[in-house]
Structures are given as structure tokens and as C-alpha cells.
């Protein structure tokens, strides 16, 4: 398994954004369309295990067997720092345009 997961480390990794951002979405929905706490909690989860945690996780399991600071190393380790700083305001403004157009005020 941990061979494999290095041969395809883009697929992977492209495999789990795919399914973060649906996370993300499905928040959204669940958040604002819903109207569920339950629903909005259990998307956050998701969102956790699917995009921050498997990143973490594949940039420590590439580096060690790597042992260098190789591209993908680098890409994971800017989409952390991209989401821990200003990707905090871009969602914020995505859940800004979010709540707009699910309160029909939308012009």
C-alpha cells in the first residue's frame, strides 16, 4: 500500500481535493440550504479527514520516502500554508456569495 500511495501521489492527492471541496460544498448546502447543524458538523468532518489530514499525511509519508524536499513535498506543504492563511478569506468570501444566493436576495 505504501508503494502504491507513492507511485500515484498526484492521483491521490488530486482524488482527495476532489473529494474536499464536495465536503466543502456539501457544508455549504448543508449549512445554508438545510439548515442543519448536524448535517454542517458532520461535512466539517469530512472536510477534515478528506483534505487536511490525508495532505499532512502525504507530504510526511512522500518526504520519508524520498528523504528530499522534492515538488510535491513543496505543493503540499503551500496548500497547507495557503489554507491556513489566505485561503481562510477566500472561503470566507465563498461562504459570504454562498449564503447570498441561498437567501434569494441574489441580484
Known amino acids: 500500500m505504501y ?33 442543519s447543524q448536524f448535517w454542517f458538523k458532520v461535512a466539517s468532518v469530512i472536510l477534515v479527514l478528506t483534505g487536511v489530514i490525508p495532505q499532512v499525511l502525504l507530504g510526511v509519508v512522500n518526504f520519508s520516502a524520498t528523504k528530499e524536499m522534492d515538488l510535491f513535498t513543496l505543493i503540499i ?25 441561498f437567501s434569494g436576495n441574489s441580484y
Open 77 to 101: 506543504i503551500l496548500l497547507i500554508v495557503y489554507g491556513f492563511t489566505i485561503g481562510k478569506k477566500h472561503v470566507q468570501e465563498l461562504d459570504a456569495w454562498v449564503q447570498k444566493k
Open 3 to 35: 508503494q502504491f500511495i507513492i507511485e500515484n501521489k498526484w492521483a491521490v492527492l488530486l482524488v482527495f481535493e476532489f473529494f474536499a471541496w464536495s465536503a466543502t460544498i456539501f457544508m455549504f448546502y448543508a449549512r445554508y440550504k438545510m439548515k
